[in-house]
């Protein structure tokens, strides 16, 4: 069993997604921290942010058994990371080794941009979590106040807007839903409420 849950930046489909490999016992791989463990890797570094060939090799050398989003999540991997997301090659190489880990028994669940409609196109149950921009903004805001960062909730928007157009608008693998994937605006929705309305589409699923 694969779910592939795609979805744009903070729109929930962390939290969502490990809520539910929780309940299932299923294996959870944020493939986002694939293209982040990469960028950081770059950055650390000090190699440039626009060579591809050297994206690459950086890319082929990620381990997804050492992925911590605590060491990955700063913002300006975030944004390194959308930067070299537009690689083709970057992602073929990413793409493989997050196809692996899809296989693993007795199920997995995969978020990021493209699982439903690249990485795992026949994943039998895909969910796109959305929300609206200025949601999304005020929770990465609060979450960042909460951990005791100073923030802007303007310029957190405006990155935000900006993640959005990157990832939308790239020519390989743009964020968009699957055409069979089911919307969740989790806009005006507690992430309980998104995860009883996912547990029905993925125990109909199981059921079939
Ligand atoms: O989800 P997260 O913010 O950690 O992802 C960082 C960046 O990695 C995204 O903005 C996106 O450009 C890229 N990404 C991607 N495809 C995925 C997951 C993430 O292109 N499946």
Same mark, same amino acid.
């Given at each position: 069993?694969?779910?592939?849950?795609?979805?744009?930046?903070?729109?929930?489909?962390?939290?969502?997604?490990?809520?539910?490999?929780?309940?299932?016992?299923?294996?959870?791989? @944020?493939?986002?921290?694939?293209?982040?463990? #990469? &960028?950081? !890797?770059?950055?650390? /570094?000090?190699?440039?942010? =626009?060579?591809?060939?050297?994206?690459?090799?950086?890319?082929?050398?990620?381990?997804?058994?050492?992925?911590?989003?605590?060491?990955?999540?700063?913002?300006?991997?975030?944004?390194?990371?959308?930067?070299?997301?537009?690689?083709?090659?970057?992602?073929?190489?990413?793409?493989?080794?997050?196809?692996?880990?899809?296989?693993?028994?007795?199920?997995?669940?995969?978020?990021?941009?493209?699982?439903?409609?690249?990485?795992?196109? @026949?994943?039998?149950?895909?969910?796109?979590? #959305? &929300?609206? !921009?200025?949601?999304? /903004?005020?929770?990465?805001? =609060?979450?960042?106040?909460?951990?005791?960062?100073?923030?802007?909730?303007?310029?957190?928007?405006?990155?935000?807007?900006?993640?959005?157009?990157?990832?939308?608008?790239?020519?390989?693998?743009?964020?968009?839903?699957?055409?069979?994937?089911?919307?969740?605006?989790?806009?005006?929705?507690?992430?309980?409420?998104?995860?009883?309305?996912?547990?029905?589409?993925?125990?109909?699923?199981?059921?079939?």
């Amino acid at each position: 069993m694969i779910i592939a849950i795609d979805g744009p930046a903070a729109a929930g489909k962390g939290t969502l997604s490990r809520r539910i490999a929780a309940d299932y016992g299923f294996h959870h791989l @944020d493939t986002g921290l694939t293209y982040r463990a #990469t &960028a950081k !890797a770059l950055l650390d /570094a000090a190699l440039p942010l =626009d060579n591809e060939p050297v994206a690459e090799k950086m890319a082929l050398e990620v381990e997804l058994a050492g992925l911590d989003r605590s060491v990955l999540s700063a913002h300006e991997i975030g944004e390194a990371a959308s930067k070299i997301a537009v690689m083709p090659s970057v992602r073929r190489a990413l793409v493989e080794a997050q196809r692996a880990f899809a296989a693993r028994k007795p199920g997995t669940v995969l978020d990021g941009r493209d699982i439903g409609t690249v990485v795992c196109p @026949d994943a039998p149950v895909k969910l796109y979590v #959305t &929300a609206s !921009a200025e949601v999304r /903004a005020r929770r990465r805001f =609060d979450e960042m106040v909460g951990n005791g960062f100073p923030a802007d909730y303007l310029s957190v928007l405006a990155d935000i807007q900006k993640r959005d157009e990157r990832d939308m608008g790239r020519a390989d693998s743009p964020l968009r839903p699957a055409e069979d994937a089911h919307l969740l605006d989790t806009s005006e929705m507690s992430i309980e409420a998104a995860f009883l309305a996912a547990k029905a589409l993925i125990d109909a699923a199981l059921n079939k």
